[in-house]
């Protein structure tokens, strides 16, 4: 059973930094695509950024130069090192995975088979 655990969410003033993980388990792909979404109240969820299994990233317009996505492959995370934090960033924050690692790295939720449960981020001003 595939499991995907976020931590390090929490609350911070603006302009401030938080660090995220996804830690994997159950998974027996040794490719795949690995991806950051979030959710604010009211609003539709939106791609944050992804990482396939060679390291390409692609981001949100939003957030590009500000957050970093990076993977271990040998430990089976996921990171999101989020700085210059805003309170436009306020919401839940999703890991997810897809075995698919050859389909482009979209920002895309269809292209995902398992998240995670989510972990809370808000940016205070």
């Known amino acids: 059973q595939v499991q995907l655990v976020e931590s390090g969410g929490g609350s911070v003033q603006a302009g401030g930094s938080l660090r995220l993980s996804c830690a994997k388990s159950?998974?027996?792909?040794?490719?795949?695509?690995m991806a950051w979404f979030r959710q604010a109240p009211g609003k539709e969820r939106e791609g944050v950024a992804i990482?396939?299994?060679?390291?390409?990233?692609n981001y949100a317009d939003s957030v590009k130069g500000r957050f970093t996505i990076s993977r271990d492959n040998a430990k089976n995370t996921l990171n999101l090192q989020m700085n210059s934090l805003k309170p436009e960033d306020t919401a839940m924050y999703y890991c997810?995975?897809?075995?698919?690692?050859?389909?482009?790295?979209?920002?895309?939720?269809?292209?995902?088979?398992?998240w995670g449960q989510g972990t809370q981020v808000t940016v205070s001003s």
């Open positions: 997810a995975a897809d075995p698919r690692w050859w389909l482009q790295p979209k920002l895309d939720g269809a292209d995902f088979d398992y």
């Open positions: 159950g998974y027996t792909y040794n490719k795949d695509r």
């Open positions: 990482i396939d299994t060679y390291g390409s990233t």
